[in-house]
């Protein structure tokens, strides 16, 4: 049982260094200027998920998702 523990805490240290990485990479929420003249609403702003930028999002709340349930099943065992 050690062992299994020790290759899931390892696990949820490199999940932890990837979901860092991967939020550093994802761009910020604001609309800046755009969305006082209007220019929020365009092709790229409706379209957003099937781009780098979406990929990124879906990433995150996959590995947030592993992360919590690692978290979750190394913890059982505390109690």
Known sequence: MAVLKTILTVV??????????????????????GAIAGASDTYWSKHKDRSMEGVLVKATRALVALFLILSIVLN???F
């Open 12 to 33: 949820l240290i490199l999940i932890s260094i990837i979901i860092t990485a991967i939020i550093l990479c994802q761009e910020g929420k604001s609309a800046g200027l």
């Open 76 to 78: 059982i065992g505390s």
